[in-house]
């Protein structure tokens, strides 16, 4: 059993509350645009942290991020990527590409939008955390949590900082 903890956008923003909602992560995932190497580095303080680059990062980030992540955890197959669509709207290319890789767990953020949809057509779960950094238009600030228990994905929460 893995416990994760997801975030996206936080455009340089760090927010102390991070460490309290995260302490009982196993991972946590940054869906990109994380906007300083500091935020990776402070997360890297709470538990283990795979990021991804976004479409504002450069840098640090942008040499050591990927675009994209494809990974195993608990037997789950999960993309991480920043700008993915979502089910019905997939971005060009990222239906074949999670059809092809067997994903079950596809997590994007680059929207500032929360959302949690199943695909049933891919057999999929999609989570886009929302964006928890101040930058953009959102009036709600979000994080996700999620327990990943072999093929078993339970327990998710949406924690709003406001």
């Known amino acids: 059993m893995k ?3 997801i975030l996206s956008d936080t455009h340089g923003c760090w927010d102390e509350r991070f460490e309290r909602h995260f302490a009982d992560c196993d991972e946590i995932w940054h869906a990109g645009d994380i906007g300083d190497w500091s935020i990776v580095e402070r997360l890297s303080e709470i538990c283990t942290v795979r990021a991804v680059a976004g479409n504002i990062d450069h840098g640090e980030v942008r040499r050591r991020c990927p675009e994209l992540l ?5 037997g789950v197959r999960v993309l991480l990527t920043h700008i993915g669509g979502y089910p019905g709207r997939w ?3 990222m239906k074949n590409l999670l059809r092809d890789e067997r994903v079950r767990l596809m997590v994007d953020g680059h929207s500032h939008i929360l959302r949690v949809m199943y695909d049933k057509e891919l057999d999929l779960l999609h989570v886009n955390p929302g964006a928890a950094g101040r930058q953009g238009w959102q009036k709600q600030r979000t ?3 999620l327990v990943i ?14």
């Open 143 to 145: 994080l996700v949590r």
């Open 149 to 162: 228990d072999g093929a078993d994905m339970r327990d998710c929460e949406v924690i709003e900082l406001g």
């Open 91 to 93: 971005s060009k290319g």
């Open 3 to 5: 416990r994760i903890g």
């Open 70 to 74: 494809v990974f195993d955890v608990e």
